[in-house]
């Protein structure tokens, strides 16, 4: 992941535009011709950013400030529900020292002067807390440098609080300073020297502030891709073919389909991107009509290669793989040779653990609006989390150079992963494109979206550990197998292991745990079968949704293996020695903050009660979200009722403490933490699917169950306080639900479940 890392960093942009502060005659400067169209605010029912009043003072590329004191931060982050626009702008306006009640957020388009365009991995505010505060600090600098000058006193007797420079018994608004003309600049050395508030002076970080886009998402007026409008747009169903790749279309008949009202024509898609070989669109002058209409088109297809694997070969397949060490990619854990402490232990333990194939599921489903406008470019109006991933695909497939290309962002109705593959708005390019840029919506309904889904992959695990004579830990080894999303979308971000072979840090983060264990090697594995046969993708938390059921369960394992306390056990185990004592700045303690963050979540559940009544126990589990280089500490108790007549799991209580740095936006951190968490728990009792004759077995939610709201449990969140760097929150909450249950089953009735998602016919199997 550190390459994507790397690239996702915001550093290169803002060394690229620099601080350069001046009097700036326009706002900002969008690539696109239509400025109101290009970017939009989920703060107005239209969407339409605001526009600055008179003159802007202009202090980087992140927000302007105008004559009347309005400030506007740029966001190139998508809104699906998180607040990312509040917690991003509250960043800047706490350095900045304006009033809340004047800040207002744009969700830009795709200029490239943005750079890399990414949300997921819970990175946003992470990635952003450094640069938004350097950000705000410039323009605070700037504004008390101007006083100070306009007054003839020195800057260090002013002060600046919520748009105003107070000094020397004079006030001046920053509406008057940008009125009045700034000319600063800031050099890199003088931009990493500006001083940042300390904690205790914050007034909107960490505090409870009303969210700049709550009302339109609560009153309904919040616009999405399904939103969308053009004139003269006409609309688009896709008929799938029977393989996602390397299906040919022989024929398409739509004679039964002709007369009928609104139906238009059906379209085969010729695709240079090759993303989606062998579709075919059915064009109408409504969704309904072109509905309908697809429904009587007769076309014969020639079917890939993939037309009849099912989930058990490609599970199959990662066992073979795993069993031939020569596969695969070794992680750097800084000791890997496990040979000899396997070699010479006492005792040892070894288990599988596999996970079947996970569908999205998001309520909005996927869709986009393509049309090529007056000036010739192309629109791309969605909902989308990957920008920068899918316009080179989208330049290819529309066979025009990138800069004839804009995507306007709307929010978001769930994105979980699924829109970083933006696949689904290139049947819309071809679509338009086919239609000499005619304005067309290709929308998806439910089954053609969980078709399409780009699934969270199955998985198989093998783990072994191995203890000396007496009863220590000396070695541990985890193998993992699964489709790798990484290698289908963006190879290229794919790192190395010790062994020189590439390896998708998305299929096995959360394996490369901060538990000394001695030698420690963690092999990742690419199923190619699966790759081949559906495009596997980011599902909320990806791979440590996976990795940490089987970490957690088998540690709960192991320790019950030598007659130790789970808690325990894994306590005398995370230490903050070697790798595992951490650095600055966003790993600072290492492994003490998870340890710490374990037992406080035991002390809060009551974890080792025994008055919970019969076939009922608290599980618990530890992670730290998504990867070593940004751990969010996390820890989990769940506890459960097992029906031993119909092995029914009835969760009753979670509880979760997470240490995550300095907590930006509270209101939506809990929001963020709930949602993730039921999640993990929809995932782990709940939520799967198959492949069965190449694609996924269920496709609408008749047959496909996430959790109920009836299935909800009580949750108890609780933040440890923290002035370290904020790390993300969107995904630890789900990696340690399944654990946590999956042991606290054990606990109840001594059944081991190692597959997801637990149905009450394994538990009865395992009772």
């Known amino acids: 992941m550190q390459k994507l890392l790397e690239r996702t960093s915001d550093k290169p942009n803002m060394g690229r535009r620099g601080f350069l502060i001046s009097m700036a005659a326009t706002g900002a400067a969008f690539g696109f011709p239509l400025q109101s169209n290009a970017a939009m605010t989920p703060q107005v029912a239209d969407g339409v950013p605001i526009e600055a009043v008179g003159e802007t003072f202009e202090p980087s590329m992140w927000y302007w400030i105008d004559t009347e004191g309005q400030v506007n931060v740029n966001i190139i982050r998508a809104e699906m529900g998180q607040h990312v626009g509040t917690a991003i702008a509250r960043i800047l306006a706490d350095e900045l020292e304006v009033s809340w009640d004047d800040v207002h957020i744009t969700h830009v388009d795709t200029d490239e002067k943005w750079g890399l365009m990414v949300t997921g991995g819970s990175w946003s505010v992470w990635q952003s807390w450094s640069i938004y505060r350097q950000a705000g600090a410039a323009g605070r600098t700037a504004m008390l440098e101007a006083a100070a000058k306009q007054w003839g006193i020195d800057v260090s007797e002013c002060s600046a609080s919520k748009g105003q420079v107070t000094g020397g018994g004079k006030t001046i608004s920053y509406a008057e300073l940008v009125a009045s003309g700034l000319s600063r600049s800031f050099t890199e050395d003088e931009l990493k020297a500006l001083p940042l508030k300390p904690h205790s002076e914050m007034t909107l970080v960490g505090k409870?502030?009303?969210?700049?886009?709550?009302?339109?998402?609560?009153?309904?007026?919040a616009i999405y891709g399904l939103d969308a409008k053009v004139d003269g747009m006409v609309y688009g169903v896709p008929l799938l073919p029977p393989t996602r790749l390397g299906s040919k279309v022989v024929s398409v008949d739509d004679s039964a389909a002709k007369g009928m009202k609104g139906y238009v024509k059906t379209l085969t898609l010729e695709d240079p991107s090759g993303t989606v070989p062998g579709w075919v669109v059915v064009i109408g002058e409504s969704l309904m009509a072109a509905k309908w209409a697809s429904k009587e088109i007769k076309v014969e297809w020639d079917a890939g290669e993939t037309a009849s694997v099912s989930e058990s070969q490609i599970?199959?397949?990662?066992r073979t793989l795993i069993a031939d060490t020569s596969k695969g990619a070794i992680l750097d854990t800084g000791d890997t040779d496990t040979d000899t402490p396997f070699n010479v232990a006492s005792d040892m333990i070894e288990a599988e653990y596999t996970t079947s194939t996970v569908l999205h599921f998001q309520l909005e489903p996927v869709n986009a609006t393509v049309f090529k406008n007056e000036q010739g470019i192309w629109e791309i109006h969605s909902g989308n989390q990957w920008q920068s991933l899918i316009m080179?695909?989208?330049?290819?497939?529309?066979?025009?150079a990138p800069d004839q290309i804009i995507m306007r962002t709307y929010m978001l109705g769930g994105g979980f992963g699924r829109r970083l593959n933006g696949d689904y708005t290139i049947p819309a390019a071809l679509a338009s494109k086919a239609l000499d840029g005619k304005p067309i919506k290709l929308v998806f309904f439910r089954e053609d979206d969980a078709q399409f889904d780009s699934p969270r992959s199955p998985s198989v695990q093998k783990l072994r550990m191995a203890f000396d004579d007496k009863q220590q830990v000396t070695g541990m080894e985890h193998h993992a197998a699964a489709g790798w999303p990484t290698a289908v979308m963006a190879p290229s971000f794919m790192p190395k292991g010790t062994n020189d072979e590439p390896y998708d840090p998305f299929a096995i983060d959360g394996a490369d745990h901060w538990y000394s264990v001695g030698a420690h090697r963690v092999r990742a594995i690419s199923n190619d079968l699966a790759n081949q046969t559906f495009r596997p993708g980011f599902l909320r938390s990806v791979g440590p949704g996976w990795t940490n059921f089987a970490v957690e369960s088998f540690m709960d394992e192991a320790a019950h293996k030598i007659g130790a306390d789970p808690l325990e056990f894994r306590l005398q185990h995370l230490l903050a020695e070697g790798d595992n004592a951490g650095s600055a700045p966003n790993a600072v303690g290492g492994a003490s903050r998870q340890a710490n963050v374990l037992a406080r979540v035991a002390e809060l559940s009551g974890y080792g009660r025994t008055d919970l009544g019969e076939d009922t126990a608290i599980g618990i589990a530890t992670t730290f979200g998504q990867a070593r280089t940004m751990p969010t500490w996390t820890a989990g108790a769940v506890q459960v009722h097992v029906d031993r007549e119909t092995g029914n799991v009835e969760v009753q209580k979670m509880w979760l403490v997470f240490d995550c740095g300095t907590v930006v936006d509270p209101d939506g951190a809990r929001a963020q933490c709930e949602g993730a968490a039921l999640w993990g728990l929809s995932m782990a009792l709940y939520e799967g699917t198959e492949i069965e004759s190449g694609n996924v077995r269920d496709r609408n939610l008749n047959t496909y169950t996430p959790l109920r709201m009836i299935?909800?449990?009580?949750?108890?969140?609780?933040?440890?306080?923290?002035?370290?760097?904020?790390v993300g929150l969107g995904e630890p909450g789900t990696t340690v639900i399944a654990p946590a249950i999956a042991n606290a089953i054990h606990n109840a009735v001594g059944a081991r479940l190692r597959h997801l998602p637990i149905s009450p016919a394994a538990v009865l199997e395992a009772i």
Do not use: R
Request: net charge negative.
């Open 208 to 221: 409870d502030v009303k969210a700049l886009d709550i009302e339109t998402k609560t009153n309904g007026q």
């Open 315 to 318: 599970q199959e397949l990662s």
């Open 392 to 400: 080179p695909t989208l330049s290819a497939a529309l066979e025009v």
């Open 711 to 726: 299935d909800t449990p009580e949750m108890e969140i609780e933040f440890i306080d923290s002035e370290e760097v904020p």
